[in-house]
């Protein structure tokens, strides 16, 4: 029998074909089902190719309430591409909420939203929906219910002070800051919210830093710059700030309680960087009354004066017409 011996180690190269076919077929279609899970991934990801955008309430302050509740229902913001066109509302994931505007001031704030949207936007506007729970509590702690005007029932649009432009992997932090003094109206006893609100990035402009002594004693401070004017309480330490400025003079002015023995005392402040600017002296003294002259205490000195003087006047006269007597006899 004729034994067939073929080429030497042939069937074994065939096997060992067969087996690194296989194995490259596998591994492609490996590559090929992990690419359309990626794709699919990046697909439901909102993540892939965005920024985080987070939206922050703060607020300026008020003399004359206690607290002011905020109810709000929803916020969305105007964006467009980078170029300014094709602009849209985009509504933002966010579950309504009531926020005591009177106790984030000084850089304080609460945070509506942080989500992600996607890279190459720019935020041009922000538009805030409110609801019906609005109200405040008095220093004489009465309660009273905000009506909404007509005008603002359908939300209240802002434009930002600088736009935001959304970038890949990066946080991107929207400011509104509401302007509590300015946002309450009262027509024939009753109270209307009309919200006087800014917007801006975070890290827009300056932000005054300044501390005031003894803070116990001073009832507000006041910084001025047309068109703003901004309020704000000190802190128990006396530091008091204001965000989202821009550069140039400032008017300062810090009001004293007026029950107590320190008066009022104003200056001009520059903003000339952007950061934080810091106020000095540290901190800011208030003056005592009691070295100021009272303007009801020196009208009562000079006429004091005056009467003194009559009185001389009188006894010189009498005394000349006693002499006159004398040569006359």
């Not at 596998?26 to 985080?52: F, M, T, Y």
């Not at 005031?212 to 530091?239: Q, S, Y």
């Amino acid at each position: 029998m004729q034994r067939e011996t073929g080429i030497p180690g042939y069937a074994w190269l065939q096997g060992a074909a067969w087996v690194k076919r296989e194995k490259w077929t596998s591994r492609v279609l490996l590559v090929a089902l992990s690419i359309l899970l990626l794709g699919a991934c990046e697909g439901n990801d909102p993540s892939v190719n965005a920024g985080r955008l987070r939206v922050k309430l703060t607020d300026g302050s008020d003399f004359t309430i206690k607290e002011l509740y905020l109810h709000v229902r929803g916020v969305s913001i105007f964006a467009t591409d980078s170029v300014g066109a094709d602009g849209e509302w985009v509504n933002l994931e966010y579950d309504g909420g009531e926020y005591n505007l009177l106790t984030l001031f000084n850089g304080k704030n609460v945070m509506l939203v942080d989500q992600y949207f996607p890279a190459g936007k720019e935020i041009r506007k922000v538009r805030l929906l409110l609801g019906n729970k609005n109200r405040i509590l008095t220093n004489t702690a009465k309660d009273y219910p905000l009506q909404m005007p007509s005008e603002i029932i359908e939300g209240i649009e802002v434009d930002l002070m600088e736009p935001i432009l959304m970038k890949p992997n990066i946080i991107s932090s929207l400011i509104i800051d509401v302007n509590a003094a300015h946002s309450v109206r009262e027509r024939d006893g009753n109270y209307f919210i009309h919200p006087n609100v800014r917007a801006f990035p975070e890290m827009y402009g300056s932000t005054l830093r300044g501390y005031v002594n003894p803070a116990e004693f001073t009832a507000g401070i006041v910084i001025i710059k047309d068109p703003d004017t901004l309020i704000t309480l000190p802190e128990r330490d006396g530091m008091f700030s204001f965000a989202g400025l821009t550069k140039g003079e400032w008017e300062v002015y810090l009001f004293s309680h007026p029950a107590s023995l320190y008066a009022d005392t104003a200056f001009i402040w520059n903003v000339d960087t952007t950061g934080v600017v810091d106020i000095t002296p540290k901190p800011i003294r208030l003056p005592q009354r009691s070295l100021i002259p009272d303007e009801g205490e020196g009208e009562g000195d000079g006429e004091g004066e005056g009467e003194g003087e009559g009185e001389g006047e009188g006894e010189g006269e009498g005394e000349g017409e006693g002499e006159g007597e004398g040569e006359g006899e």
